[in-house]
């Protein structure tokens, strides 16, 4: 089993709709989580970080749930411009390291 | 833009040679953190270094070596190159080696092994 899971889509949604991805993770002894966008052949760029009560930044709102270990993204109002690869970033065992999921493709749709 | 600059963009080696790619932090950023990243994956982290020590490594083995000088710049040498050594590598200059700090991304080097 993959540290960090992800669908790794593609997701096709139309200019407007909601669209959520989820992410799992497999060590239980995770503090940090983040969601990294990466435009194609660019580097990831800080999306959000996750918050253990859950956090909102415009039309990204991210969730965590440690019981169940697995965190979400939900983009409202999709725009042209969210088209890209969401990557799911959670820490590893020691404090240095980053665990990155393969990522979800997005694409949306005029 | 990040701050964060790394050379060459695009590189093309013969297997078996040797390669150094070079990465400078930004402003400020104590700690630079160097990863692969394969087609269709996510990054792989390959090690740390936290005022110019190593702070941590990933699962790469010691042909993958690095460096940080005293203005926080650093490189990643890779010897005895192979064909699966192709891939885009990211640096990443973050403040302290602590996880949570956010991590700024130079725009990566595409190396191909031919």
């Known amino acids: 089993r993959k540290e960090v899971e992800q669908d790794p889509g593609p997701f096709n949604v139309p200019e407007g709709a909601t669209v959520a991805f989820n992410c799992t993770y497999s060590?239980?002894?995770?503090?940090?989580f983040f969601w990294y966008r990466q435009d194609c052949r660019k580097e990831p760029k800080l999306l959000m970080s996750?918050?253990?009560?859950?956090n909102e930044d415009g039309r990204f709102t991210a969730q965590l749930n440690r019981a169940s270990q697995y965190i979400s993204l939900l983009i409202r109002d999709s725009k042209l411009s969210d088209s890209a690869t969401y990557l799911c970033?959670?820490?590893?065992?020691?404090?240095?390291?980053?665990?990155w999921g393969a990522g979800t493709k997005l694409i949306i749709k005029p | 833009e990040t701050g964060v600059t790394q050379s060459p963009t695009h590189l093309i080696k013969t297997r078996g040679q040797q390669v150094t790619l070079r990465c400078s932090s930004q402003?400020?950023?104590?700690?630079v953190s160097w990863y692969q990243q394969a087609l269709g994956q996510g990054p792989q982290f390959i090690f740390q270094?936290?005022?110019?020590?190593?702070?941590g490594r990933g699962n790469f083995p010691p042909r993958f070596s690095g460096l940080q000088f005293p203005n926080y710049s650093s490189e990643l040498n890779v010897n005895a190159l192979e064909l699966d050594d192709s891939a885009l590598y990211l640096c990443?200059?973050?403040?302290?080696?602590?996880?949570?700090?956010?991590?700024?991304f130079g725009q990566g080097t595409r190396l191909t092994v031919v």
């Open positions: 402003s400020g950023h104590n700690t």
């Open positions: 060590n239980s002894a995770s503090q940090s």
């Open positions: 970033v959670v820490s590893g065992d020691s404090n240095y390291q980053l665990i």
């Open positions: 270094y936290y005022r110019e020590e190593e702070n």
């Open positions: 996750v918050y253990s009560s859950g």
């Open positions: 990443a200059s973050s403040l302290q080696g602590i996880v949570g700090t956010e991590a700024f």
